[in-house]
């Protein structure tokens, strides 16, 4: 696609790490356009003007987005995606990338997910559907622990309850359907077998029935080193995932990608956007634990370092059509985001902390904002859990992970929290 063919002008929507990569991602192109953000934070807002609308204010976004004559619009959370966002902004005539609420609800309705994955006989776990706890815990009686139990709904990554033991499982079931954990979220769920392996996120470029599997990653879920403690947004990921073998990748993307892909438009979806898989892989072969239909975060801090094609030119190519055409190129270097969180996230920890950030940071080594904002006297402080993404590039993973982590250690930050181990799964392989 020639420069000229592209948007001038570009709003994210959004306010985290992901939102930031995907700004600098986009200034990057040869299309130069002018990236807006909104909210954005205190790190997006040295790249980007950011206007303060939130996230979810749906009406607020269109009419910014008209206003500021927005050629282009990228979504980044799920959360203004299901109440139907890129609907109305396609009803206004603005190409948006991310799909209408229909295809939202494949990440805001896991049986919604699951229905269309065993009609399709995608590889997935076999899993009960429940609203109503007697039935759910006569099901629980003829599966075997360990066992997993799902709220339907978006529970900000907390409706999932992998449960160790049947007792656990129980009072898990019974805080959803009869203690009302999730709200409505949670008046439905899933019981599902236990999946054991090696967990990667495939995220698709789609446009209808063509896509474009961007480089693989790996997340890191658990707060503490080791994949210890509570589940969290994600605390760094590291791309490539090489537990993804050449021969792995074919058959993700024949038993998985594919089928997926051509399901959705099955089904009536028109879908444009990010779908991005999550999959366990295990001794029988991957499996899907889970559709997003956004870019995942912080797995995208990792991913689009690594794109020799330029980001704008593919998005733009999936929200007008010619996404076929598009041949990915992808640099061959590793690239990993190290999360710099507030100590105490995922639950309860200080915001308003000062920042203090490295002034100078060596070629390849990014600090991406998330929860950060400034205070009455300008000053950057912590605003959120996850606070900082420190990316880095290099010709090794190992390379990469230590000039990631010596600017972490160089930030000056009283609450200041990060796993150690961010890549240690595939470096203690290698
Ligand atoms: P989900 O939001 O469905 O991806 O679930 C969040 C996390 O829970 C996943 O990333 C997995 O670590 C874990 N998980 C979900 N489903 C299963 C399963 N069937 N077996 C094992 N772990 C699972
Ligand atoms: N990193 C997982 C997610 O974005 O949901």
Not at 349 to 375: E, M
């Amino acid at each position: 696609m020639k420069p000229e063919d592209l948007p001038k002008i570009v709003l994210v929507v959004g306010a985290g790490g992901r939102e930031h990569a995907l700004v600098q991602a986009l200034k990057a192109s040869p299309g130069r356009p002018t990236v807006l953000c909104a909210p954005g934070n205190a790190g997006i807002a040295g790249d980007a003007p950011c206007f303060p609308v939130k996230a979810d204010d749906v009406p607020g976004l269109v009419e910014l987005a008209k206003r500021e004559h927005a050629a282009f619009v990228v979504v980044g959370p799920e959360v203004p995606l299901s109440l139907g966002l890129a609907d109305r902004l396609r009803e206004e005539g603005i190409p948006v990338y991310g799909p209408g609420a229909d295809g939202a609800r494949l990440e805001a309705s896991k049986i919604f997910t699951k229905q269309i994955l065993t009609k399709y006989r995608i590889p997935t776990a076999a899993a009960g559907i429940f609203s109503e706890t007697t039935p759910a815990l006569a099901y629980l009686k003829s599966r075997p622990a360990p066992i997993v139990v799902k709220a339907d709904g978006l529970a900000a990554g907390k409706g999932v309850v992998v449960a160790a033991s049947t007792a656990e499982a129980e009072a898990a079931i019974r805080e959803m359907l009869d203690g009302g954990r999730f709200g409505a979220g949670g008046s439905q769920i899933l019981i599902e077998d236990c999946l054991v392996g090696e967990e990667t996120s495939i995220l698709v470029v789609v446009s209808g029935r063509d896509y474009v599997i961007l480089p693989t990653s790996q997340d890191h879920k658990r707060v503490g080193d080791g994949d210890t403690g509570p589940n969290t947004g994600g605390m760094g990921a590291y791309s490539p995932a090489e537990v993804v073998t050449p021969a792995l990748h074919s058959e993700i993307e024949r038993t998985i990608v594919k089928p997926s892909v051509d399901a959705i438009a099955s089904e009536g979806i028109s879908f444009c956007g990010t779908l991005f898989i999550g999959i366990m892989l295990t001794a029988e072969g991957p499996s899907v634990l889970e559709f997003n239909t956004r870019f995942g975060d912080p797995e995208t801090q990792a991913v689009l370092p690594r794109l020799e094609t330029d980001t704008l030119a593919l998005l733009w190519a999936a929200a007008r059509g010619g996404l076929g055409a598009v041949r990915l190129t992808v640099k061959p270097e590793h690239a990993i985001c190290v999360v710099v969180a507030a100590k105490g996230y995922p639950d309860t920890y200080p915001k308003g902390d000062p920042i203090g950030l490295p002034a100078d940071l060596p070629p390849g080594v990014a600090v991406l904002h998330a929860g950060t904002a400034r205070d009455a006297s300008g000053s950057l402080v912590t605003a959120g859990g996850r606070v900082l993404g420190v990316t880095a590039t290099g010709a090794t993973l190992r390379e990469a992970a230590a000039k990631a982590y010596q600017a972490c250690d160089a930030i000056a930050c009283p609450s200041k929290y990060y796993r150690r181990d961010i890549g240690a799964r595939q470096l203690n392989r290698s």
